[in-house]
């Protein structure tokens, strides 16, 4: 058992909160689960019985929990998952997924999803080109990079390569 949880706050008022947001995620990423749904069991001040007050979800194999605090805190860039991809195919589409329905390409590999969390969508041959020994291939990846949003893998394999 983790000793270690992501606890997500979420505001039900933004495209239903927690619940679905878990939902979408588990539904997206393979080896993710919904875990478990807690309801309120009473009437409360912010809301009624049943409400869903917290979703227990795994995430690609990570613990996290989505708690529907209201609308008071936001999701920033300070918070972000990094999920690294082996082909165009999987950046486009977790890409493609995570910026629907009112989410966004920030730059860099980096978006934001319906819910406001942030994501990085990092391709594997990214993460190898900024860590070259080279430094030169460094610099040519690096600056690849800053004309990107979404990370198209060829240019970076052509970057790389000094093409």
Known sequence: MSKITACLWFDTA??????????????LFPDSSLDAVHRSPSDYPG?????????????MGVKCTGLNGGGQARHSEAFSFQISTET?????????????????GIACSWCKDRWGLR?????????????DPDPAVRARVFAAMQTMVKIDIAAIEAARRGD
Do not use: N
Not at 47 to 59: A, P, Q
Not at 120 to 131: F, K, N, T, Y
């Open 14 to 27: 933004l495209h239903g909160g927690a619940e679905p947001a878990a939902r979408f995620y588990t539904d």
């Open 47 to 59: 809301g009624k019985k049943d409400d869903v007050l917290m979703v227990e979800f795994t995430l």
């Open 88 to 104: 165009q195919e999987e950046t486009d589409r977790y890409w493609e997924a995570l910026t629907a329905d009112g989410g966004a």
């Open 119 to 131: 994501w990085q969508i990092v391709p594997r041959v990214l993460s190898e080109g900024m860590a």
